[in-house]
Nanobody, 124 residues
Framework: QVQLVESGGGLVQAGGSLRLSCAAS????????MGWFRQAPGKEREFVAR????????YYGDFVKERFTISRDNAKNTVYLQMNSLKPEDTAVYFC?????????????????WGQGTQVTVSS
């Protein structure tokens, strides 16, 4: 079992940056692909980014447009999401998740474990 704890959210002005972290428990972190999702009020949970077990393959949601970067440090059992050029429409709760499923996993159902989420608010 994997437990995930996100941190790094907060309030930022449009155009600013935030770096989210997700710390994982357990010694099997490197066997999971890791992803970030987000959910705004009244909307469905949306795929943001996905990173393979080794960190060599990365996938992003269409809206990211090179503004976000996902990375991981298997020695620290941590995955990161660097977010630049933030927009008000990026306001949401951001969740990290672990998947033992396919390499390209962009659906909520393809992830096995979820964190509690961290709030990101971008003001205009």
């Amino acid at each position: 079992q994997v437990q995930l704890v996100e941190s790094g959210g907060g309030l930022v002005q449009a155009g600013g940056s935030l770096r989210l972290s997700c710390a994982a428990s357990g010694r099997t972190f490197s066997t999971y692909g890791m992803g970030w999702f987000r959910q705004a009020p009244g909307k469905e949970r949306e795929f943001v980014a996905r990173l393979s077990r080794s960190g060599s393959n990365k996938y992003y949601g269409d809206f990211v447009k090179e503004r976000f970067t996902i990375s991981r440090d298997n020695a620290k059992n941590t995955v990161y999401l660097q977010m630049n050029s933030l927009k008000p429409e990026d306001t949401a709760v951001y969740f990290c998740a672990a998947s033992s499923g396919p390499v390209v996993a962009t659906k909520v159902s393809e992830y096995d474990y979820w964190g509690q989420g961290t709030q990101v608010t971008v003001s205009s």
